[in-house]
């Protein structure tokens, strides 16, 4: 098998005004959409963060991605990290998602020619990362602090009679009884079981108490989390850090660095979570020198492919790392390859967090995912187990075009808001 074609789509996709440390969302978030076809007909998906430098890289890598055979990624991976120059000098950066266009162009090829490879011997993309130990997936309620508004305007039209999720999807969510509101809507809605509140926007004391009125409205039997990436000082994390012990399930990168998650973690009796201190491989070994943290949310985007997140995990698991997973602004593509890999990686044990619910845009056939009882059920179709809807595809791209957005930068966007917002490594 051979693969013949690559075609890379840039899309924008509606994005609501999240609120985050270090800024808000635009109205429209970015991905890029890529598809492999093989000489005997099959096409692969795979779906990544977007913008002109992943698009460009993605485009810089077809010459040495077709004419490969899907099954053979050692071989793949190679020429494009020899041929890539990008690939030596890939830097994550301090910004709350991760800059490494290299990786993210690797993990998207990667996806598709799993995808591929399912199709070819009709078999759903877990059975080749093992085979399925759950068949069901369970993710996590993401919750935002976020200005009124559902993101676009182009291609997406709010409805006011809307109700339930689709209207608190839109609301405001600054006040605890707001985070509340929006919490059930969203619990109601897909079933979720554990709660992520994304913080380091407001001052902590806000914030706190926005997760102690989660805690009074679900009760002790419902995990909760807390993310401020990174903004909060040493000082500020240990204070409202101990006023969370026994109450959070994890705590997610409240300080900047491994160093200082290192202190913290000593100073604090709870878990400690990341996604932005040890994010490759490369930081493992720090990591487990001085006891940075306690769980590593994985990212197959982030990592390099579905391969290295089970590599990842069977590294967590020899140092008694616990393994969660992170998310961005994604769509259904995302969304599958993280339940197949999810399905198949036996020490994946905490829900997924996931900001799917958070878009209205789909670009797949069917249109949305559906959850149940918070969970995914794991397609037993061949490959990922989804197809592209080519006209939404094409919508999106218009999108992209007419947007104006080529890079994300929740900074900028936030100014024109705000203008006395500034970038701050440590807000608080
Ligand atoms: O979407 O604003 C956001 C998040 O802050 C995101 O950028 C982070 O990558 O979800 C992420 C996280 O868990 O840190
Ligand atoms: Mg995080």
Known sequence: MKIVEMHVTPIA?????????????????????????????????????????????LNAAVDYVVGKDPFQLNAIYAALQAQLQEAQTDQRGDTPWDQRTFTHVYSAIEVACYDLMGKAIERPVADLLGGVIRERVPFAAYLFFKR?????????????????????RQAEAITPEQIVTQAKAMCEHYGFKSIKLKAGHFEPAHEVEC?????????????????????????????WGKQMEGVLEYYEDPVRGQENMAKLRKAVDLPLATNMYTTSFGDLPNSIAIGAEDIILCDHHFWGGLRACQELAAICRTFGRGLSMHSNSHLGISLMAMVHLAAATPHLTYDLDTHYPWQADEVIQGGHVQFEDGMITVPKTPGLGVELDREALARLHENYLACGIKKRDDTHEMQKLDPTWKEALVRW
């Not at 890029?32 to 963060?49: A, F, H, K, Y």
């Not at 805690?215 to 401020?228: K, Q, S, Y």
């Not at 990174?230 to 240990?238: D, F, H, K, P």
Request: net charge negative; proline share 9%; with cysteine.
């Open 211 to 239: 997760l102690f009125a989660l805690r009074e409205a679900f009760g002790p039997d419902t995990p909760l989390r807390i993310d401020p990436n990174g903004v909060w000082s040493l000082e500020t994390a240990i204070q």
């Open 148 to 168: 009124a508004g559902a993101g676009g305007p182009l291609g997406f039209e709010s409805d006011p009679n809307d109700t339930g999720w689709a209207a608190a």
């Open 13 to 57: 996709i509606c994005d609501p005004p999240l609120l985050n440390s270090v800024g808000i969302h635009q109205p429209y978030a970015l991905r890029t959409i890529l598809e492999l076809v093989t000489d005997d007909g099959l096409s692969g998906v795979g779906e990544v963060p977007g913008g002109e430098k992943v698009a460009a890289m």
